[in-house]
């Protein structure tokens, strides 16, 4: 591994690839005088809207923000019923009754306990009928799992469903694919426009491969969203989040203590058993990593924990969820439920687990998620990260590691284990982008004007220059671009507003575009920020006209590009990490906007141009270089540069249609002599192009 250390500390020169730190103003978790908070009440705001997409984070209090909006309209708008929908009965805990009334609320939130499905004995299809004597009766809660919701409507159908709530909790499980039935029936639901629906989810990806909803039915969505940014700013105790992907060789099982520290409270997923860097025995996986912690004591007999005392005579508790005996892991997976130990920090050391204490997993205590292999899904991937962004006592700093074995070129597996690399590059890249504030760009132009509620630093708007401006409250980003272009349709505009990261999601695993990005020395930066993204919005967007998808595209390289350069500017000045002052007291550590601004003034003029010609994986290639070897780094860009292939026609037609825009500005071809490598590489577009016609006709 490249981290030496010595066992059982920290990696004294890990590197984190993603770390932000945040103003701890404690203003997320503060309730207004209906007993709500901030994410809760934006969310209520919008509780007259028929369709409603609530995009939020772990722990921001989603479940409770559909309880405010589900009793307003059973009370207010009209309807009969509501039914939340959950992934699986675990997280049906979350809709138990809560006293909302002692908080400020008109009335409380109650289900009936025999229409808690999720509590009730038996399996999803023989809950079918409950759901039907739920419907004919005057009750009005009804909690249930996606796969119980799945079979009562195909057996009663969507009719059934006319004048209630329906409420979606983890909503990225929907797919836009027919082959999904839940999505389908959402679509029915749609079409048939009788009931409400509240979609929920904590995942900012629609899915990694496929969409979730049909864009023109996500269009109907009016959606609520509350971002990382705001939900961890307002946090009173968590300050400091960081996500690395760190390499091992060999057996994972041998280096674990590298970034493994007993002393923190973690969540360790050990690897699926069908993945390479699994030994394909599970249990004698969970038994080394017991045994690389210390001496094992025995179980405990009321919690089934496993007792392990350390070299400093500390003993841990290790409940091992990967046991499959039902026996074993039932008494471990209630003793970690038990709500009379929530608030007690002790209960517990470590969790190892496998699939589960993921997604609805609350262990607010988490300080480590350690996730061993990569991960394929990104919504997975947030979802584990979400197990560690709780706040609570004491816990100050939280972080996601990603132990993944280094490629080896002597390998058969090398191409499958430089993908992986590839991935998790792109993950920490796309965190990065979900983690950082809110970008609202906007042209350079002589008559703007400073927006209201936003600072733009100790010398104020500059009417002549290009700004940033910094919203304290939402923690949104304004920053002027010269040359920018702007949405004209309302389509584009929400993209602008909405789907960045969604956009960002499809560049970063483009593996084309990373693969270059990172390790083809020649490549011109217009050649990604320009080319394949554009293309990737051309595929994504095809209804949008040419100009909205060229704005597009500007806003979405925008936002990568801003954030790199701010965090390059943020580690080239040594990093501003520290979140305390002198006196011990909390400072208002913006580090990463601080960057931001810092690279925008740093510059002549911030243009789109600039922005364009920025390689927008180059601090992840810093990162990686400082994280691997570089005998491994070699052996990497030799394995991507065998596979190489020259100029397609695709890509150069891309490129001539670059091209033609550039005549169109200069009023002059590209010219292949040029100096400049991106004109030069639009001509060699051109020409590959004009070759191939010639081939054509003298053929």
């Known amino acids: 591994m490249t981290h030496p250390n010595a066992k059982g500390t920290l990696a004294a020169n890990a590197i984190p ?34 369709y409603l997409l609530i995009k939020s984070p772990p722990a921001s209090g989603k479940s409770r923000a559909l309880m405010f909006i589900a009793l307003d309209k059973l009370e207010n708008q009209g309807l009969k019923q509501a039914i939340v929908v959950v992934p699986e009965k675990s997280i049906g805990s979350s809709f138990h009754n809560e006293p909302l009334s002692q908080f400020g609320f008109y009335h409380d939130w109650q289900v009936e306990p025999r229409w808690n499905l999720c509590d009730a004995p038996g399996t999803d299809g023989g809950k079918v009928d409950a759901v039907k004597k739920f419907l004919d009766s005057d009750a009005k809660a009804l909690v249930c799992t996606h ?61 990694d491969a496929e969409a979730v909803l049909h864009p023109e039915d996500e269009g109907r969505f009016d959606t609520v969203t509350y971002t990382y940014y705001e939900q961890l700013n307002g946090y009173q105790y968590l300050k400091q989040l960081d996500i690395g992907y760190y390499f091992y060789s060999g057996s994972y099982s041998d280096e674990i203590m590298q970034v493994l520290n007993p002393t923190e409270k973690t969540i360790l997923h050990i690897p699926n058993v069908n993945s390479r860097e699994s030994t394909k025995d599970k249990i004698r996986e969970v038994e080394h990593i017991i045994e690389e912690l210390g001496e094992w004591q ?20 290790i409940a091992d969820l990967v046991d499959d005996d039902p026996n074993k892991r039932d008494k471990v997976a209630a003793a970690l439920k038990d709500p009379t130990h929530k608030h007690n920090r002790d209960h517990v050391d470590i969790i190892i687990a496998l699939g589960m204490a993921k997604e609805g997993f609350d262990w607010i205590w988490c300080e480590h998620a350690l996730t061993i292999g990569y991960r394929s899904s990104l919504t997975e991937i947030v979802q584990i990260i979400g197990r560690a962004t709780r706040d609570a006592p004491g816990k100050t700093r939280a972080r996601f590691t990603n132990l993944i074995a280094e490629p080896d070129a002597a390998s058969e597996v090398v191409t499958e284990a430089v993908n992986d690399t590839l991935k998790a590059i792109a993950a920490s890249l796309l965190m990065e982008q979900v983690l950082a504030p809110r970008f609202e760009f906007r042209p350079k132009r002589p008559d703007n004007e400073p927006t209201e509620g936003f600072d733009y630093g100790d010398n104020g708007y500059d009417a002549g220059g290009c700004n940033v401006g910094v919203n304290p409250d939402t923690g949104q980003i304004q920053i002027e671009i010269k040359g920018l272009a702007e949405p004209k349709s309302p389509e584009a505009e929400r993209i602008c507003r909405e789907d960045l990261t969604e956009l960002v999601t499809a560049f970063v695993q483009d593996k084309p575009t990373i693969e270059r990005g990172l390790f083809d020395e020649e490549v011109v930066p217009e050649e990604l920020t320009q080319v394949r993204m554009g293309k990737i919005i051309q595929e994504k967007f095809p209804d949008l006209e040419k100009e909205d998808q060229e704005a597009v595209r500007q806003h979405a390289i925008a936002a990568l590009n801003l954030v790199q350069q701010g965090k390059q500017t943020m580690n080239e000045a ?111 577009g051109i020409a590959f192009l004009q070759r191939k016609v010639k081939e054509e006709n003298d053929g």
């Open 147 to 207: 796969a119980t919701f799945r079979f009562a409507v195909d057996k009663f159908g969507i009719a059934a469903l006319d004048d209630r709530l329906i409420a979606v909790d983890e909503f990225h499980h929907v797919s836009s694919n027919p082959d999904n039935r839940l999505g389908d029936q959402m679509r029915q639901l749609m079409a048939r426009d009788k009931t409400h629906i509240v979609a929920m989810t904590g995942s900012y990806f629609r899915g």
């Open 298 to 317: 025995g179980t405990d007999p009321d919690t089934g924990f496993q007792l392990v005392q350390t070299a400093d005579g500390t003993v841990l508790k």
């Open 17 to 50: 690839a993603v770390s932000v730190t945040y103003v701890q103003a404690g203003t997320s978790t503060k309730a207004n005088t209906l007993g709500m908070r901030p994410m809760q009440e934006r969310a209520y705001q919008k509780r007259g809207e028929q």
């Open 574 to 684: 040594g990093g501003t990490y520290t979140a305390d002052s002198g006196e011990g007291e909390p400072t208002r550590n913006t580090a990463l906007i601080d960057g931001v601004r810092q690279f925008a003034l740093s510059v002549t003029e911030l243009d789109m141009d600039l922005i364009d010609r920025i390689n927008p994986f180059g601090e992840a290639y810093a990162i990686l270089a400082k994280s691997m070897s570089e005998e491994r780094l070699k052996q990497v860009a030799a394995v991507i540069a065998a596979k190489r292939i020259n100029l397609s026609v695709e890509e150069a037609r891309d490129l001539a249609k670059r091209g033609l825009r550039f005549k169109q500005e200069k009023g002059r071809a590209p010219s292949i002599t040029a100096t400049d490598p991106w004109e030069k590489r639009m001509a060699e």
